[in-house]
């Protein structure tokens, strides 16, 4: 079975740090790319960083840029995403969602259950 546990959310302050995690289990971890999106309140779904698995290239949105940095540990199947530099509007819950490729096509997708960052003072 396939599960992928995000951790790391939390409140913060304006300019503070969070780094979170998102441990996966149950596949060949690194055959996927990773990505990780956000959801703030009233607000759509939002890609925020994508973590290529082989070949492929690193991903941020415009809105993170210069602050938020990806990385990834394929022997201990997690993805890390370091939040810097914080403000109000990073407030959301922060998804991952993993995705194997064939031929140019989704093959599998799987995502986790999301964890809440609040940055608020």
């Known amino acids: 079975q396939v599960q992928l546990v995000e951790s790391g959310g939390g409140l913060v302050q304006p300019g503070g740090s969070l780094r979170l995690s998102c441990v996966a289990s149950?596949?060949?971890?690194?055959?996927?790319?990773v990505y990780w999106y956000r959801r703030a309140p009233g607000k759509e779904r939002e890609l925020v960083a994508r973590?290529?698995?082989?070949?492929?290239?690193?991903y941020y949105a415009d809105s993170v840029k210069g602050r938020f940095t990806v990385s990834r540990d394929n022997a201990r199947s997690t993805v890390y995403l370091q939040m810097n530099s914080l403000t109000p509007e990073d407030t959301a819950v922060y998804y991952c969602?993993?995705?194997?490729?064939?031929?140019?096509?989704?093959?599998?997708?799987?995502w986790g259950r999301g964890t809440q960052v609040t940055v608020s003072s």
């Open positions: 969602n993993a995705e194997l490729m064939g031929s140019g096509f989704v093959v599998e997708s799987y």
């Open positions: 149950g596949l060949v971890f690194s055959m996927y790319t």
């Open positions: 973590s290529p698995s082989v070949g492929g290239t690193t």
